[in-house]
Protein backbone atom coordinates (compact mmCIF):
# COMPACT_ATOMS: atom_id res chain seq x y z
CA UNK A 1 0.00 0.00 0.00
CA UNK A 2 2.97 1.86 0.81
CA UNK A 3 4.82 1.87 -2.18
CA UNK A 4 1.67 2.16 -4.35
CA UNK A 5 0.51 5.76 -2.90
CA UNK A 6 4.59 6.90 -2.87
CA UNK A 7 5.16 5.92 -6.24
CA UNK A 8 1.92 7.57 -7.61
CA UNK A 9 2.43 10.64 -5.98
CA UNK A 10 6.18 10.76 -6.97
CA UNK A 11 5.33 9.90 -10.48
CA UNK A 12 2.94 12.65 -10.74
CA UNK A 13 4.92 15.47 -9.08
CA UNK A 14 8.29 16.94 -9.82
CA UNK A 15 9.57 20.76 -10.45
CA UNK A 16 8.30 22.20 -7.14
CA UNK A 17 7.16 25.99 -7.65
CA UNK A 18 5.82 28.50 -5.45
CA UNK A 19 2.00 29.02 -6.14
CA UNK A 20 -0.16 28.75 -3.68
CA UNK A 21 -3.72 27.69 -3.21
CA UNK A 22 -5.88 28.19 0.26
CA UNK A 23 -7.03 24.98 1.55
CA UNK A 24 -8.80 25.46 4.95
CA UNK A 25 -6.83 27.51 6.96
CA UNK A 26 -3.15 27.30 6.04
CA UNK A 27 -1.73 27.64 2.37
CA UNK A 28 -1.52 24.33 0.10
CA UNK A 29 1.63 24.58 -2.07
CA UNK A 30 -0.08 23.34 -5.76
CA UNK A 31 2.56 22.11 -8.79
CA UNK A 32 1.31 24.39 -11.25
CA UNK A 33 3.73 22.91 -14.07
CA UNK A 34 2.84 19.02 -12.95
CA UNK A 35 -0.44 20.54 -13.55
CA UNK A 36 0.09 22.04 -17.31
CA UNK A 37 2.38 19.45 -18.28
CA UNK A 38 -0.61 16.77 -17.23
CA UNK A 39 -3.08 19.02 -18.95
CA UNK A 40 -4.35 15.83 -20.84
CA UNK A 41 -4.63 12.51 -18.69
CA UNK A 42 -4.61 9.95 -20.55
CA UNK A 43 -6.46 7.72 -17.49
CA UNK A 44 -9.16 10.31 -18.42
CA UNK A 45 -10.33 9.19 -21.45
CA UNK A 46 -10.08 5.61 -20.14
CA UNK A 47 -12.50 6.03 -17.29
CA UNK A 48 -14.65 8.09 -19.70
CA UNK A 49 -14.54 5.58 -22.63
CA UNK A 50 -15.05 2.65 -20.30
CA UNK A 51 -18.23 4.72 -18.21
CA UNK A 52 -19.43 5.90 -21.89
CA UNK A 53 -19.89 1.88 -22.90
CA UNK A 54 -21.02 0.80 -19.78
CA UNK A 55 -23.73 3.18 -20.23
CA UNK A 56 -24.69 2.43 -24.31
CA UNK A 57 -24.53 -0.95 -22.90
CA UNK A 58 -27.17 -0.24 -20.03
CA UNK A 59 -29.73 1.58 -22.13
CA UNK A 60 -28.97 -1.13 -24.94
CA UNK A 61 -30.38 -4.33 -22.78
CA UNK A 62 -32.83 -1.76 -21.03
CA UNK A 63 -34.59 -1.66 -24.56
CA UNK A 64 -35.15 -5.19 -24.64
CA UNK A 65 -38.11 -7.05 -23.08
CA UNK A 66 -38.12 -10.74 -23.48
CA UNK A 67 -41.06 -13.13 -22.62
CA UNK A 68 -42.39 -16.01 -21.91
CA UNK A 69 -39.91 -18.88 -21.23
CA UNK A 70 -37.07 -17.21 -22.33
CA UNK A 71 -37.41 -14.30 -19.92
CA UNK A 72 -35.86 -16.50 -17.25
CA UNK A 73 -32.40 -17.28 -19.33
CA UNK A 74 -29.89 -17.30 -17.20
CA UNK A 75 -27.80 -15.05 -19.65
CA UNK A 76 -30.62 -12.73 -19.98
CA UNK A 77 -30.86 -11.58 -16.10
CA UNK A 78 -27.24 -11.73 -16.07
CA UNK A 79 -27.28 -9.08 -18.33
CA UNK A 80 -29.55 -6.98 -17.07
CA UNK A 81 -28.13 -7.41 -13.59
CA UNK A 82 -24.62 -6.80 -15.02
CA UNK A 83 -25.90 -3.67 -17.12
CA UNK A 84 -28.39 -2.01 -14.70
CA UNK A 85 -26.77 0.69 -13.11
CA UNK A 86 -26.40 2.95 -15.89
CA UNK A 87 -26.56 5.95 -13.32
CA UNK A 88 -23.14 5.38 -11.72
CA UNK A 89 -21.93 5.84 -15.10
CA UNK A 90 -23.66 9.01 -14.67
CA UNK A 91 -22.24 9.87 -11.19
CA UNK A 92 -18.60 9.13 -12.96
CA UNK A 93 -19.09 11.41 -15.62
CA UNK A 94 -20.62 14.42 -13.01
CA UNK A 95 -17.35 13.57 -10.79
CA UNK A 96 -14.93 13.48 -13.67
CA UNK A 97 -16.48 16.87 -14.80
CA UNK A 98 -15.43 18.79 -11.54
CA UNK A 99 -11.94 17.24 -11.94
CA UNK A 100 -11.23 18.68 -15.48
CA UNK A 101 -12.60 21.99 -14.83
CA UNK A 102 -10.45 22.39 -11.48
CA UNK A 103 -7.32 21.56 -13.69
CA UNK A 104 -6.75 25.02 -15.28
CA UNK A 105 -7.97 26.65 -12.12
CA UNK A 106 -5.59 25.20 -10.35
CA UNK A 107 -2.69 26.11 -13.08
CA UNK A 108 -4.16 29.95 -13.58
CA UNK A 109 -4.57 30.43 -9.81
CA UNK A 110 -7.55 32.48 -10.86
CA UNK A 111 -11.08 31.84 -12.18
CA UNK A 112 -10.94 34.93 -15.18
CA UNK A 113 -13.73 35.76 -16.54
CA UNK A 114 -17.16 34.12 -15.80
CA UNK A 115 -18.52 35.16 -18.96
CA UNK A 116 -16.30 33.60 -20.85
CA UNK A 117 -16.53 30.30 -19.14
CA UNK A 118 -20.19 30.26 -19.46
CA UNK A 119 -19.84 30.63 -23.24
CA UNK A 120 -17.04 27.97 -23.43
CA UNK A 121 -19.12 25.74 -21.39
CA UNK A 122 -21.90 26.55 -23.94
CA UNK A 123 -20.77 25.76 -27.17
CA UNK A 124 -18.59 22.52 -26.03
CA UNK A 125 -22.11 21.68 -24.50
CA UNK A 126 -25.11 22.49 -25.36
CA UNK A 127 -24.17 22.56 -29.46
CA UNK A 128 -23.78 18.72 -29.63
CA UNK A 129 -26.45 18.26 -27.69
CA UNK A 130 -28.65 20.53 -30.19
CA UNK A 131 -27.06 18.18 -32.90
CA UNK A 132 -28.03 15.41 -31.24
CA UNK A 133 -31.61 16.68 -30.32
CA UNK A 134 -31.87 17.87 -34.10
CA UNK A 135 -31.11 14.20 -35.09
CA UNK A 136 -33.26 12.32 -32.83
CA UNK A 137 -35.89 14.14 -34.14
CA UNK A 138 -35.37 13.65 -37.68
CA UNK A 139 -35.23 9.73 -36.84
CA UNK A 140 -38.97 10.00 -35.09
CA UNK A 141 -39.90 12.25 -37.52
CA UNK A 142 -39.38 9.22 -40.38
CA UNK A 143 -38.61 6.13 -38.25
CA UNK A 144 -41.84 6.99 -35.63
CA UNK A 145 -44.36 4.38 -36.92
CA UNK A 146 -42.00 1.53 -37.35
CA UNK A 147 -40.95 1.78 -33.91
CA UNK A 148 -44.17 3.00 -32.35
CA UNK A 149 -44.21 -0.61 -30.08
CA UNK A 150 -40.93 -0.31 -28.57
CA UNK A 151 -40.24 0.35 -25.58
CA UNK A 152 -37.96 3.25 -26.23
CA UNK A 153 -41.47 4.47 -27.50
CA UNK A 154 -43.22 4.01 -24.34
CA UNK A 155 -41.06 7.02 -22.59
CA UNK A 156 -39.92 9.12 -25.43
CA UNK A 157 -43.01 9.69 -27.15
CA UNK A 158 -45.48 11.28 -28.54
CA UNK A 159 -43.20 14.63 -28.99
CA UNK A 160 -45.04 17.59 -28.25
CA UNK A 161 -44.16 21.45 -28.98
CA UNK A 162 -43.87 22.12 -25.07
CA UNK A 163 -41.40 18.96 -24.72
CA UNK A 164 -39.51 20.04 -27.18
CA UNK A 165 -39.24 23.78 -25.96
CA UNK A 166 -38.29 22.15 -22.68
CA UNK A 167 -35.48 20.37 -24.22
CA UNK A 168 -34.00 23.40 -25.90
CA UNK A 169 -33.74 25.00 -22.85
CA UNK A 170 -32.54 22.28 -21.12
CA UNK A 171 -35.53 22.63 -18.53
CA UNK A 172 -36.88 18.86 -19.59
CA UNK A 173 -35.21 17.30 -16.36
CA UNK A 174 -37.68 18.83 -14.03
CA UNK A 175 -40.73 18.17 -15.59
CA UNK A 176 -41.51 14.06 -14.50
CA UNK A 177 -43.82 14.22 -18.41
CA UNK A 178 -41.09 15.25 -20.05
CA UNK A 179 -37.49 14.25 -18.68
CA UNK A 180 -37.77 11.15 -20.55
CA UNK A 181 -39.18 12.26 -23.87
CA UNK A 182 -37.48 12.74 -27.05
CA UNK A 183 -34.78 10.89 -25.99
CA UNK A 184 -34.48 9.11 -22.44
CA UNK A 185 -30.67 9.87 -22.14
CA UNK A 186 -31.16 13.57 -22.05
CA UNK A 187 -31.98 14.20 -18.69
CA UNK A 188 -27.74 14.36 -18.02
CA UNK A 189 -26.80 16.96 -20.02
CA UNK A 190 -29.70 19.25 -18.69
CA UNK A 191 -28.28 18.83 -15.17
CA UNK A 192 -25.16 18.98 -15.89
CA UNK A 193 -25.18 22.30 -17.95
CA UNK A 194 -26.64 23.77 -14.86
CA UNK A 195 -24.31 22.92 -12.51
CA UNK A 196 -21.88 24.32 -14.76
CA UNK A 197 -23.59 27.72 -13.75
CA UNK A 198 -23.17 26.94 -10.10
CA UNK A 199 -18.97 26.14 -10.58
CA UNK A 200 -18.18 29.79 -10.42
CA UNK A 201 -19.72 30.07 -7.11
CA UNK A 202 -18.07 26.42 -5.78
CA UNK A 203 -14.80 27.82 -7.01
CA UNK A 204 -15.01 30.86 -4.91
CA UNK A 205 -16.49 29.36 -1.71
CA UNK A 206 -13.50 26.66 -1.72
CA UNK A 207 -10.95 29.91 -1.88
CA UNK A 208 -12.92 31.38 0.50
CA UNK A 209 -13.54 28.28 3.23
CA UNK A 210 -11.19 26.04 1.77
CA UNK A 211 -12.36 23.16 0.07
CA UNK A 212 -13.05 20.35 3.15
CA UNK A 213 -15.78 22.90 4.69
CA UNK A 214 -17.11 23.93 1.31
CA UNK A 215 -18.03 20.03 -0.02
CA UNK A 216 -19.54 19.76 3.63
CA UNK A 217 -21.43 22.85 2.33
CA UNK A 218 -22.50 21.77 -1.00
CA UNK A 219 -23.24 18.23 0.13
CA UNK A 220 -25.40 19.48 2.93
CA UNK A 221 -27.56 21.99 0.81
CA UNK A 222 -27.72 20.11 -2.32
CA UNK A 223 -29.14 17.23 -0.49
CA UNK A 224 -31.82 19.14 1.77
CA UNK A 225 -32.89 20.83 -1.29
CA UNK A 226 -33.12 17.31 -3.33
CA UNK A 227 -34.95 15.77 0.03
CA UNK A 228 -37.83 19.34 -0.08
CA UNK A 229 -38.14 18.47 -3.67
CA UNK A 230 -38.67 14.75 -3.35
CA UNK A 231 -40.67 15.45 -0.21
CA UNK A 232 -42.94 18.22 -1.93
CA UNK A 233 -42.85 16.38 -5.59
CA UNK A 234 -41.50 19.17 -7.34
CA UNK A 235 -39.05 19.47 -9.80
CA UNK A 236 -39.00 15.69 -10.49
CA UNK A 237 -36.47 14.49 -7.75
CA UNK A 238 -36.70 11.07 -9.39
CA UNK A 239 -34.05 9.47 -11.23
CA UNK A 240 -33.97 11.40 -14.25
CA UNK A 241 -35.09 14.61 -12.72
CA UNK A 242 -33.24 17.36 -11.40
CA UNK A 243 -30.78 15.41 -9.21
CA UNK A 244 -29.42 18.27 -7.28
CA UNK A 245 -27.24 15.94 -5.13
CA UNK A 246 -24.98 15.92 -8.49
CA UNK A 247 -23.43 19.15 -7.10
CA UNK A 248 -21.88 17.57 -4.44
CA UNK A 249 -20.61 14.51 -6.50
CA UNK A 250 -19.60 17.46 -9.13
CA UNK A 251 -17.39 19.54 -6.50
CA UNK A 252 -15.67 16.33 -4.90
CA UNK A 253 -14.17 16.09 -8.65
CA UNK A 254 -13.01 19.49 -8.18
CA UNK A 255 -11.45 18.77 -4.88
CA UNK A 256 -9.70 15.87 -5.89
CA UNK A 257 -7.96 17.49 -8.36
CA UNK A 258 -6.76 20.52 -5.92
CA UNK A 259 -5.63 17.28 -3.68
CA UNK A 260 -4.48 15.30 -6.34
CA UNK A 261 -1.80 18.69 -7.34
CA UNK A 262 -0.97 19.77 -4.00
CA UNK A 263 3.04 19.78 -3.49
CA UNK A 264 3.19 18.02 -0.01
CA UNK A 265 1.08 15.13 0.91
CA UNK A 266 3.38 13.14 3.18
CA UNK A 267 0.44 13.72 5.97
CA UNK A 268 -2.30 12.55 3.46
CA UNK A 269 -0.26 9.47 2.65
CA UNK A 270 0.85 8.17 5.75
CA UNK A 271 -2.83 9.00 7.04
CA UNK A 272 -4.19 6.69 3.95
CA UNK A 273 -0.99 4.27 4.79
CA UNK A 274 -1.84 3.85 8.03
CA UNK A 275 -5.83 4.10 8.47
CA UNK A 276 -6.71 1.80 4.41
CA UNK A 277 -8.46 -0.74 6.29
CA UNK A 278 -10.43 1.45 8.24
CA UNK A 279 -11.26 3.96 5.24
CA UNK A 280 -12.30 0.74 3.15
CA UNK A 281 -14.77 -0.07 6.28
CA UNK A 282 -16.08 3.33 6.23
CA UNK A 283 -16.22 3.39 2.19
CA UNK A 284 -18.46 -0.27 2.25
CA UNK A 285 -20.49 1.12 4.99
CA UNK A 286 -21.19 3.96 3.36
CA UNK A 287 -22.16 2.19 0.02
CA UNK A 288 -24.40 0.09 1.38
CA UNK A 289 -26.12 2.72 3.37
CA UNK A 290 -26.54 4.15 0.48
CA UNK A 291 -28.18 0.94 -1.18
CA UNK A 292 -30.07 0.93 1.64
CA UNK A 293 -31.79 3.80 1.98
CA UNK A 294 -32.00 4.20 -2.55
CA UNK A 295 -33.84 0.31 -1.40
CA UNK A 296 -35.97 1.73 1.05
CA UNK A 297 -37.16 4.96 -1.01
CA UNK A 298 -37.83 2.41 -4.34
CA UNK A 299 -40.06 0.58 -1.55
CA UNK A 300 -42.05 3.48 -0.36
CA UNK A 301 -42.45 4.82 -3.85
CA UNK A 302 -43.80 1.26 -5.08
CA UNK A 303 -46.41 1.39 -1.40
CA UNK A 304 -47.60 4.42 -2.19
Not at 94 to 116: A, D, T, W
Not at 146 to 160: F, H, I, K, R, Y
Not at 274 to 285: D, N, Q, Y
Amino acid sequence: MRLFWVSFFKGKHVNVTSNTFSDDKSSVLVNSQSVSSYSHLSWLDQIRGCAALYVVCHHAVRQVIIIGNHAHDPFYRFLQLATGFGHYAVDIFIVLSGYCLMLPLIRKQHFGSILNFYIRRTARIVLPYYGALFLTLICIYFLMGEMQDSVWAGSALPVTFESVWKHLLLIHQWFPSDATKINGAFWSIGVEYQIYFLFPLFYFLARKFGFVRTFFIITIISYTLWTICFYFDIFNAGENGASIYYCSLFFMGAAAAQFANQQNKTQAILFIDGHSKTIMLIAFAGIGAIALVSSLIGHFNLSV
